[in-house]
């Protein structure tokens, strides 16, 4: 069985939306995860702690 153009357009057709929708959902529980807070939040504020000063 070879892999056509006709067959991967209609893989990606009928299972690219459900991949991309995993996909998003992994993403949001790793952003929501609680043991991750800490370390957004340092990143967050490490870049307005750095750049955050007047020109001179």
């Known amino acids: 069985m ?16 459900f991949y991309l929708i ?14 991750n807070r800490k370390r957004f939040d340092r990143a967050k504020k490490s870049i307005l702690d750095k750049d955050d000063k007047p020109w001179q």
């Open 22 to 35: 995993a996909f998003f959902a992994v993403v949001v529980v790793y952003a929501l995860w609680p043991s």
């Open 2 to 17: 070879g892999f056509d153009h006709e067959t991967l357009v209609a893989f990606a057709k009928s299972w690219g939306l």
